[in-house]
């Protein structure tokens, strides 16, 4: 069984920065899926962005782009996102996940087979 070890978030004011970190615990056959989604109150969860371990690709929703930057940390399972311009519409519970089920994008929910409990980041206008 895998769990997925999830830290930062917290509160930020708009135009603020946070930075999330989900780490395996342990490993996971190679390639896979490391990614992030959110739900907000009363909207179904999406996807955020995610990587394709171990080779550092990267996607993101369109939300998101340009503002977000996720990266995978050398030698490990972990998965860094880094969250700049951060908009009261970016407030949501965000969910670490990996897996490497199937094929298509690491944007794709059924690419997933863990996930993490969730971490809250609130965005004040």
């Known amino acids: 069984q895998v769990h997925l070890v999830e830290s930062g978030g917290g509160s930020v004011q708009a135009g603020g920065s946070l930075t999330l970190s989900c780490e395996a615990s342990?490993?996971?056959?190679?390639?896979?899926?490391l990614g992030w989604f959110r739900r907000a109150p009363g909207k179904a969860r999406e996807e955020v962005a995610a990587v394709l371990f171990p080779y550092n690709v990267s996607v993101y929703a369109v939300s998101v782009r340009g503002r977000f930057t996720i990266s995978q940390h050398n030698g490990k399972n972990t998965a860094i996102l880094r969250m700049n311009s951060l908009k009261p519409e970016d407030t949501a519970m965000y969910y670490c996940a990996a897996g490497g089920e199937g094929t298509g994008s690491c944007l794709y929910e059924s690419r997933y087979k863990y996930w993490g409990q969730g971490t809250q980041v609130t965005v004040s206008a």
């Open positions: 342990a490993s996971i056959s190679s390639p896979i899926c």
